[in-house]
């Protein structure tokens, strides 16, 4: 059963336009969500987390919002650079470090 | 190095044989994971070392799967009578913190099973 999803497989931005990363999650127990990066023959790297005692978290162009009745986070990305092209996992931490990972979304950043 | 290696970065086995994936983590740190991903699906956690601990296995899909790490450091996943289904791109990952956000990954290692 895959209780991190993200349904968009892919997605096609215009430079400079804002990029919205969408994922939903099964098990209320999920109290911390991260969000990677991933260029082609690379690991993933960290890019952003959130707690579920808040809604939201920004860092710079990134912002990570969480909607805890929903069971869903988005990552918003503006303005989108070319450099963000890449695929992006939302993951779940339901206890220890093991990270519970969605299946991906590749990332067009479009000159 | 400073980050995390795998090696072989590609391999190629006819099915029921045996592989083993090498993890190098960084050095000092003491958490190594495994996880998997395969065709179209997120990234798998398979297993988790922490110190001098035992292993959290429960990620491990089947018994051909089995991994080691030894002296605290480098580790090997060993699949067994490899099967089609177990072609995938493995990746470890090591942290030094208790925050999930410090696992740092190695580039893959990129199995693929005839």
């Known amino acids: 059963d895959q209780q991190v999803k993200q349904n968009s497989p892919s997605l096609s931005v215009q430079e400079g336009r804002i990029s919205i990363l969408n994922c939903d999650y099964t098990n209320s127990m999920f109290d911390y969500f991260l969000w990677y990066k991933k260029y082609p023959a690379e690991g993933p790297t960290f890019l952003i987390s959130?707690?579920?005692?808040?809604d939201k978290n920004e860092d710079g162009r990134f912002t990570v919002f969480l909607n805890k009745s929903a069971k869903h986070l988005s990552l918003h990305i503006v303005p989108s650079q070319p450099g963000d092209s890449a695929v992006y996992f939302c993951a779940a931490v339901p206890g220890a470090q093991k990270l519970v990972f969605g299946q991906g979304t590749r990332l067009t950043i479009n000159p | 190095g400073a980050g995390v290696s795998q090696s072989p970065s590609n391999k190629v086995t006819e099915k029921g044989k045996d592989v083993e994936l090498r993890c190098d983590p960084i050095?000092?740190?003491?958490?190594l994971y495994w996880y998997r991903q395969s065709l179209g699906q997120g990234l798998e956690f398979l297993i988790y070392f922490q110190g001098n601990s035992a292993p959290d296995k429960s990620g491990l899909p089947s018994d051909r799967f089995s991994a080691e790490r030894t002296g605290g450091s480098v580790s090997t996943l060993t699949i067994q009578r490899t099967q089609q289904e177990d072609s995938a791109v493995y990746l470890c990952a090591s942290s030094l913190g208790i925050l999930a956000e410090t696992q740092y990954f190695g580039p893959g290692t990129r199995l693929l099973v005839l």
């Open positions: 050095s000092g740190h003491t958490a």
């Open positions: 959130i707690s579920s005692i808040k």
